[in-house]
T-cell receptor, first 116, second 116 residues
Framework: KAGVTQTPRYLIKTRGQQVTLSCSPISGHRSVSWYQQTPGQGLQFLFEYFSETQRNKGNFPGRFSGRQFSNSRSEMNVSTLELGDSALYLC???????????????FGEGSWLTVV | AQKVTQAQTEISVVEKEDVTLDCVYETRDTTYYLFWYKQPPSGELVFLIRRNSFDEQNEISGRYSWNFQKSTSSFNFTITASQVVDSAVYFCALSGMNTGFQKLVFGTGTRLLVSP
């Protein structure tokens, strides 16, 4: 069973540009979440999508946005990039359901973004 | 608010030593989940264990064991007979019913260095 897949794995962007990151969840998983990891702030929750709707949101500016498609695949976008956006962006998926195990959250390998 | 504290920033041990990673959490939720993840240099967060707030049974999986104590709000992780391959950053995380089970709050992580 394939895990959470993220593309691209590495990218370099210039300040002011925008970037789109993609995530394919584990087959059958309906919830997709995004996290930012930086040395200074650690791992922080960006947002969660379920059934194409944003269900939860962290404390990030509006430059950070996302969406989820009908096949549960998700993209996140960061506009007007700043140097401080350099980070590892991690996507996670979970089944979601009544069973306890449905709330296990699995992560992808992440996308390493460098803003220069 | 939810909070996870991993007071140990870095631990160095020699192979075959036992090591315990501490995790203390704060939450007002009565229903919540606790997680441990391993992050190797590649960046992926590897799921190790999920425990719900109603299940205080300790768990053992091979060389890994977890001690969940609600009375002290702790969820500690012990590696028995450590190996070089255990070297990684380990994160403890928490999610709750009121904030959303798919929204993880992470500790700052503990870097474990196992030398031969």
């Amino acid at each position: 069973k394939a895990g959470v897949t993220q593309t691209p794995r590495y990218l370099i962007k210039t300040r002011g540009q925008q970037v789109t990151l993609s995530c394919s969840p584990i087959s059958g998983h309906r919830s997709v979440s995004w996290y930012q990891q930086t040395p200074g702030q650690g791992l922080q929750f960006l947002f969660e999508y379920f059934s194409e709707t944003q269900r939860n949101k962290g404390n990030f500016p509006g430059r950070f946005s996302g969406r989820q498609f009908s096949n549960s695949r998700s993209e996140m976008n960061v506009s007007t990039l700043e140097l401080g956006d350099s980070a590892l962006y991690l996507c996670a998926s979970s089944l979601v359901g009544v069973k306890d195990s449905a709330n296990t959250i699995y992560f992808g390998e992440g996308s390493w973004l460098t803003v220069v | 608010a939810q909070k996870v504290t991993q007071a140990q920033t870095e631990i160095s041990v020699v192979e075959k030593e036992d090591v315990t990673l501490d995790c203390v959490y704060e939450t007002r939720d009565t229903t919540y989940y606790l997680f441990w993840y391993k992050q190797p240099p590649s960046g992926e967060l590897v799921f190790l264990i999920r425990r719900n707030s109603f299940d205080e049974q300790n768990e053992i999986s091979g060389r890994y064991s977890w001690n969940f104590q609600k009375s002290t709000s702790s969820f500690n992780f012990t590696i028995t007979a450590s190996q070089v391959v255990d070297s990684a950053v380990y994160f403890c995380a928490l999610s709750g019913m009121n904030t959303g089970f798919q929204k993880l709050v992470f500790g700052t992580g503990t870097r474990l260095l196992v030398s031969p």
